[in-house]
Structure formats: C-alpha cells, structure tokens
C-alpha cells in the first residue's frame, strides 16, 4: 500500500532524461547528508551520502552536490528509467550534545518517471 | 536475505486499546529505530536502541514505550491508543548508532478510530 503522502512534491520527467532533486536543509552542524528511496509499499532504501566536508560525490547513476553557502543538497540522476520512479527523501545526520546522533529527513519529492 | 521484518503490516485499533508492533533483524546490527511516517512530514524517529540493552525517547515519544528484547528484537508498543498515532511505523536498524545507511522493514500501517 502507499505510504507516503498525498502532497508531496511532484517531478515529472521523461524515461532517458536527468532528474535533479533538491533539497534544502537547515542546520549547518550536519556532518552527513543522505539521499533515501522509498518505493511504494516499501521502506525507505538508502541511495548516498556526502560528508559536509565535499561538495560532490557521485555513486552508479547517483551524484550528490553540496553547497554548504546557501545550504542545498541536490540528488542527479542519470538516464532515469521507470523503476527510479518513487519518493525521494534527503536526510541530516545530526549531532547533538551527549553524543547523541540522529537522521533528520526532509519531506520528501515524489519521481515519476513517463515512457 | 530477510533483513529488517515488521509485524503485522496493517492494524486497525479503536481508541485506547493497546497493541505492540514487532521488529526483528537478522543482520547483527547494534543499533535500531522506530520511526513514524505522516504525509508532508518526512519520518520522525520514536525511540531508539543504540546498542543491546539500551533505549532513548527520539522527537516524538509521547505515547509509545519500547523494548530491546534482544539483540535481534525491538519492540514498539502503544498502551493507548489516539486517532493522532494513525500513521506509517517504520524499524530500520544500523550496524552501528549514527551510521548513515539504515536498513529499514516494509513498515506498519496503522489506523486508530
């Protein structure tokens, strides 16, 4: 069954083409971001991550960009096919005081991917 | 290749019954989470297990108490239930606490009337 939300940010994009997705984010004390896919009736899958400390990583398919002035991470995704079809959520690694560290995730943006 | 496995997938309960989500790996990670997904709201982490024998409340723990079972197993449980804890409950666990890349079951769907 779904599981996410009915009012997510939608990109629609044609099979073959790059997707970008973006996110912004709001603390800068953050030392990972994270990109996660959740597929319809699914838990969230873990895509990439990026240390604060780079601006750019790129795994098969996936790069994450960092821009730390204006605090924006974006997902690329190249040669999207339908099975990229999904929710995208971005997520903080976060310490707090004590040691404590925890994922902080973003709303999300739904994918969808037309033949 | 099981994973994170959650039970049961759908629940309905009426208001102030009780019930226990369940959650088992089987990968011999440290660490697990309970999280709780509403639309528009991302996931919010209930509580969690850094490590076998231990717990700490997350963002949203009112309401829910958990149990560490054993290393395999953590439990979510609900004394009484509020049609505000109708939502998505998601376990993910992690080899250890704070690591980016949490393995997270298929998720509960549950509905309080």
């Known amino acids: 069954g779904e599981s996410v939300g009915l009012h997510l940010p939608t990109l629609s994009v044609q099979e073959g083409d790059n997707s970008i997705i973006n996110c912004a984010y709001s603390n800068s004390a953050s030392d990972y971001f994270i990109w996660y896919k959740q597929e319809s009736g699914k838990g969230p899958q873990f895509i990439i991550d990026?240390?604060?400390?780079?601006d750019k990583r790129q795994g098969q398919r996936v790069t994450v960009l960092l821009n730390k002035t204006v605090k924006h991470l974006s997902l690329q995704i190249a040669a999207t096919q339908p099975g990229d079809s999904a929710v995208y959520f971005c997520?903080?690694?976060?310490?707090?005081?004590?040691?404590?560290?925890?994922?902080?995730f973003g709303a999300g943006t739904r994918l969808a991917v037309h033949p | 290749n099981a994973g994170v496995t959650q039970t049961p997938k759908f629940q309905v309960l009426k208001t102030g019954q009780s019930m226990t989500l369940q959650c088992a790996q089987d990968m011999n990670h440290n660490s697990m989470y309970w999280y709780r997904q509403d639309p528009g709201m991302g996931l919010r982490l209930i509580y969690y297990s850094a490590s076998e024998g231990t717990t700490d409340k997350g963002e949203v723990p009112n309401g829910y108490n958990v149990s560490r079972l054993n290393k395999r197993e953590f439990s979510l449980r609900l004394e009484s239930a509020a049609p505000s804890q109708t939502s998505v409950y998601f376990c993910?666990?992690?080899?250890?606490?704070?690591?980016?890349?949490?393995?997270f079951g298929q998720g509960t769907r549950l509905t309080v009337v």
């Open positions: 990026i240390r604060s400390n780079m």
């Open positions: 997520a903080e690694n976060r310490g707090i005081s004590g040691g404590y560290n925890k994922l902080i």
């Open positions: 993910a666990s992690s080899p250890r606490f704070g690591n980016t890349e949490a393995f």
